[in-house]
């Protein structure tokens, strides 16, 4: 079946380091790609996306490349926030007819110091 | 920008009794889910729904658990007889009529504590 690995965390970083969360799939087919992001006490925001290979999404100084020959969509952001302390979600979804459902990695949990 | 909304924010129900978890998608969505996420674990997908029918369901999603449209906006998750184990946060997320490449768009989830 569908499967989402991303890093392990926590990670900790400065305030305006740069930062990578690595996610790697496999997938039976053709998936969509979508970084999810969970702050302190809320619900689940999508912060990006992406729906076909070579595709970059962008999102408030996130970006993630969908790279199909290494199935990886790596997060990255060059100048961190400590408003940026938050739980990260790779995930993807596939399917058809009438399913959708989204497949999650673990999350990482990235802290950010001032 | 709409949203997805979800009551009780918080619900404390002794073991054994029924809890029903409520969802309002947004209006013109037409693909309903409901995932849960135990402390410390990662997004677990149980339920996906469309045309008021279950399009699929995760091993999780046992006889003890349904789910209904009973109205036409609200999406509810009912848990018959719950359990310690059911100690987690649910979220409810809806999508657009796009398949695959929309993406959903989640609530801010119920925490749900079995005593």
């Known amino acids: 079946g569908d499967s989402v690995t991303q890093m392990e965390g926590p990670v900790t970083l400065s305030e305006e380091a740069f930062l990578t969360i690595n996610c790697t799939y496999t997938a039976t087919g053709y998936p969509s790609l979508f970084w999810y992001v969970q702050y302190p006490g809320e619900g689940l925001q999508l912060l990006l996306k992406?729906?076909?290979?070579?595709d970059k999404g962008s999102n408030k100084g996130f970006e993630a490349t969908y790279r199909k020959e290494t199935t990886s969509f790596h997060l990255e952001k060059g100048s961190v926030q400590v408003s940026d302390s938050a739980v990260y979600f790779c995930?993807?979804?596939?399917?058809?007819?009438?399913?959708?459902?989204?497949?999650f990695g673990k999350g990482t949990l990235l802290t950010v110091n001032p | 920008e709409p949203e997805v909304t979800q009551t009780p924010s918080h619900q404390v129900t002794q073991m054994g009794q029924e809890v029903i978890l409520r969802c309002v998608p947004i209006?013109?969505?037409?693909?309903f889910y409901w995932y849960r996420q135990i402390l410390g674990q990662k997004v677990e997908f149980l339920v996906s729904?469309?045309?008021?029918?279950?399009?699929?369901k995760s091993e999780i999603f046992d006889d003890q658990f349904s789910v209904e449209r009973p109205d036409g906006s609200n999406f509810t998750l009912k848990i018959r007889s719950t359990k310690l184990e059911d100690s987690a946060m649910y979220f409810c997320?809806?999508?657009?009529?796009?398949?695959?490449?929309?993406?959903?768009?989640f609530g801010d989830g119920t925490r749900l504590s079995i005593l």
């Open positions: 997320a809806s999508s657009a009529n796009l398949g695959w490449r929309q993406p959903q768009h």
């Open positions: 992406a729906t076909k290979a070579d």
């Open positions: 209006s013109n969505h037409l693909y």
């Open positions: 729904f469309y045309n008021n029918e279950i399009s699929e």
């Open positions: 995930a993807l979804s596939e399917g058809g007819g009438s399913n959708y459902k989204l497949t």
